[in-house]
């Protein structure tokens, strides 16, 4: 098992007045408070409700742009949406085409395609518009950093509105940031400097639909229309990894709730196809179910097909093209474990670095951010996976970063070599020529000013929690602040010194490995990990075979552990009792950072 910190996460709060104000345990109010939700939002977190949903029109230029949407309709102008092609990207396209066709809108869509268009609109599509005597292009999931296209497209007498949630791009100018905003007739981004929109961290879909509910208001459309729209808000929520709190919360609970029902054709599908249909579906099942296969389309053919799928009335066909883009990211899977076997060798063989820079020719461009993401989670250093593009000579890169690297500002300082890039904190993508790869990795190693502790993955614990204090209505309680997520961490627990009593190795592949512990204070409990390979490899390193074969046998031993878990309620042929979800497991003592 890898090197890593255990911290027990010391926010201070009174936890005991908490639980009696909200009637929750103090445990459960010790893990809100550490996810920083301030005492004034704890009834809307644990009761979320629609009707705490924000007034789009405090979004800046929110009047502006619904004016311009309905004088379109009421003189018949065409509306083209240009969408961004993953999950958040389709949602948003989604979420805009139905509701603009809703209240009478002339409007169909474009969806770049990732290898031959690249990220966001350019002057083609602009060109393009044009040429097809479009009025106004709606940008979904991007456009905040398109200056130079939706310059293009003023020039050619087009109405732009922006719909995007990105960092806006800036420059520096000694210390102080010069943001770049793009010349539209409206720009919906909450992260915009001049926007005071309650809550910045909506996903592209989150701003798309504020936009379709302040049309819907302006035009008298039933709220119950606009809430058949939630779902599509929650895949993409829970899929693009935002916050889920404030808003995003409310969008992915309620959504969640619709997508166990949902009237969509497509969506149906996909969820039969992935042998979902019997399971309440949740943020695990979207994030890791059906979002790879929606995002799969625009990975490796066009993210047309998922918004066909979306679009479909047809049940039969619905199926059938559900079970092609399922297909799609089988195919995907496996050409994505092959990347991640390169990027290792490629790592093997490079020079150290603090942040990755990993060059693989011959994989597949749309893949480059899932590997840099499987890495970064393998290695908990800044990755940026470069590809050839399609232009010859020209590479282009996806990185996904560690919490304590911004890698937007990262590519900022270096973007004198970069032909060009977006992104934000977690994730990015960027363009360059392959002359200047070598110079590049140097300069944004040389200003990476990480120490190596940064590399050490830390757990934050979130209550040092005796397994003897876990009872059923106490795991009910922790559920209850599900979704988890970014923002809203799944919350973890440990106690040390644990007398291990037995162990047994379980499952088809021997891969589970269940253990009987015992406390100090004698409570026993049962608990499970799913490596087991690695459980037993380390029990022998620690504490010699033959205590290993007494902890198969039952028999006295002497092995003690220190464990972080999760607990859960295991129902097996009608019987129910907790069973701890083992996370780590260490000999180590867990050590507080104050």
Known sequence: MAEQNWVIRTKRADFDALSEQFHID???????????????????????????????????????????????????????????????????????????????????????????????????????????????????????????????????????????????????????????????????????????????????????????????????????ELYSLLEFVAIATICDVVSLQDENRIFVVKGLERLNHSKNNGLRSLIRVNELSDVNIDAYHVGFKLGPCINASGRLESAVASMKLLLEEDTEAAMTKAMQIRAMNEERKEMTLRGVEKAREYLQNAIQMKVFVIYLPDCHESLAGIIAGRIREEYHHPVLVVVNGEEAGVLKGSGRSIEEYHMFDALSECSDLLLRFGGHAMAAGFSIRKDNLEAFTQQINERCTLSEQAFIPKIRIDVPMPISYI???????????????????????????LNVLSAKILGKDQTVVKVTLESKDGFVGEGIYFQAEEFSNNIIQWFGQEEYDKLLHGWLNNVVLNIVYYPVINEFNGNRSIQLQIKRYSMATVREVL
Do not use: W
């Open 26 to 224: 103090p445990v459960v109010a010790r893990i809100m408070v550490n996810r920083d939700i301030e005492e004034s939002r704890f009834q809307s977190f644990l009761h979320p409700e629609l009707e705490a949903l924000y007034d789009p029109f405090l979004m800046e230029d929110m009047n502006q742009a619904v004016r311009i949407i309905i004088h379109d309709i009421e003189e018949g102008y065409p509306i083209r949406i240009v969408s961004d092609y993953d999950v958040d990207g389709v949602m948003s396209n989604y979420i805009l085409y139905k509701g603009f066709r809703r209240i009478g809108a002339d409007v169909d869509y474009v969806i770049p395609h990732r290898v031959k268009d690249g990220y966001g609109i350019n002057e083609e599509i602009i060109e393009k518009a044009a040429k097809d005597g479009i009025h106004t292009i709606v940008t979904c999931d991007n456009g905040i950093a398109a200056s130079d296209a939706l310059a293009k497209a003023k020039e050619l007498g087009l109405t732009v509105v922006v719909t995007d949630h990105h960092q806006v791009p800036f420059t520096m100018e000694g210390e102080n940031k010069q943001y770049i905003l793009p010349p539209a007739d409206a720009i919906l981004n909450p992260k915009k400097e001049s926007c005071h929109y309650p809550f910045d961290d909506l996903c592209g879909a989150g701003v798309a639909y504020k936009l379709i509910d302040a049309l819907y208001q302006k035009r008298g459309v039933p709220k119950e």
């Open 471 to 497: 009872r059923e209505d106490l795991i009910e309680e922790i559920e209850n602040l599900a979704p988890f997520g970014k923002g809203n961490e799944k919350p973890i627990f440990a106690q040390k010194d």
